[in-house]
């Protein structure tokens, strides 16, 4: 074993040291790393270096011998299965050397838990280019009965740029819904905290005092886009936060919740004539790409809210094509 030199790509623009550190040698201990810094073995561009040091492009990471990390005896991962290749590739809506933007049907979660054998976390390997290119990622989530727009990050180091932008909210979500009645005021922004109850796939969320200790602050904007008679409504829902089932509890504080939610909303929520499914889709995100400008993408609807639409006389209209604009 010898010193190594390493090159920070443009790809980890940004990345904390310790971070580059766990991608690239993931056996590596935040202990032994930081013993590391501290006795000066570990340098950027030649300067001692912290574990918070914030890495750039062509910078030079010095890395001491570091012995690799036992591999256990395990059989070779079976390859997806050809079924699964094309279901994942047919949820593709955008893809470029960057990111890919999927259209995830309803019913699907997106990763694994008990009883769950099969979700798209699962499936990701059907989306690379080639056999070895890196794994795609999940930049964030959408609930196992909600249908739409499922943002992935072909790089570790794009993610991380993604996720970033998920956080400081410069990423502009947009839902519609089908909701039993119609809201007072038609248009409008709910300022409701939630607070979880309960524990494992029973917990739900509730809404929550606001001297509640364990609420967590949540925001949605929303607007009646068409009414059938205020028995149902088409919401167009923008949260400016990001908790769990929160369009679903936000939606039925209003009084109008969400048809066939299976959790919230109790009986109301479920009307004969109607498919009992969760009407709620994501339907569009307008987001910074990380190569620059803004990409915008929009997901047709399922075929239950495409029914039920056509039953309202609700209509959606043609579906946009992605559009990247600017970078």
């Not at 955008?94 to 838990?113: C, E, F, R, S, T």
């Not at 205020?230 to 919740?257: D, I, M, N, Y």
Request: charged content about 25%; glycine content about 10%.
């Amino acid at each position: 074993m010898s010193v190594v030199i390493l090159t920070v790509s443009e790809d980890e623009a940004d990345i904390r040291l310790d971070r580059y550190f766990r991608r690239h040698y993931p056996h590596l201990t935040q202990g032994a790393l930081q013993k590391l810094c501290r006795t000066g073995q570990i340098r950027v561009d030649g300067k001692r270096a912290e574990a918070s040091t914030r890495l750039q492009p062509g910078q030079s990471v010095r890395v001491p011998p570091i012995p690799m990390a036992a591999k256990p005896a395990k059989d070779a991962p079976r390859p997806l299965d050809e079924r699964l290749v094309r279901e994942i590739q047919g949820m593709v809506l955008y893809q470029d050397n960057h990111l890919i933007v999927l259209n995830k049907p309803a019913g699907l979660p997106v990763q694994g838990g008990p009883g769950i054998t099969k979700h798209v976390d699962m499936m990701l390997d059907g989306l690379r280019a080639e056999a070895d290119d890196p794994r795609p990622r999940l930049v964030h989530r959408i609930d196992r009965d909600t249908s739409g727009l499922l943002l992935l990050a072909r790089t570790p180091g794009v993610a991380a740029k993604l996720a970033e932008a998920f956080r400081g909210r410069d990423v502009k979500k947009t839902y519609w819904a089908v909701v039993v009645g119609r809201p007072d005021p038609m248009e409008g922004e709910i300022d409701q905290p939630l607070a979880r109850l309960g524990v494992g796939a029973n917990a739900i969320m509730v809404a929550a005092d606001r001297k509640d200790p364990d609420g967590q602050y949540a925001r949605t904007s929303y607007e009646v886009v068409d009414s059938a008679a205020r028995k149902f409504s088409w919401l167009a829902l923008s949260p400016h936060t990001g908790r769990t089932h929160q369009l679903r509890v936000h939606c039925e504080s209003l009084g109008t919740p969400i048809l066939g939610d299976p959790k919230y909303g109790g009986e109301t929520a479920h009307v004969d004539g109607f498919a009992d499914q969760l009407h709620l889709h994501a339907r569009q995100l307008d987001m910074p790409h990380p190569a620059g400008g803004r990409l915008t993408v929009t997901a047709e609807l399922p075929p239950h809210m495409r029914e039920t639409f056509r039953s309202l006389g609700f209509t959606p209209g043609a579906t946009p094509k992605p559009s990247r604009r600017g970078g």
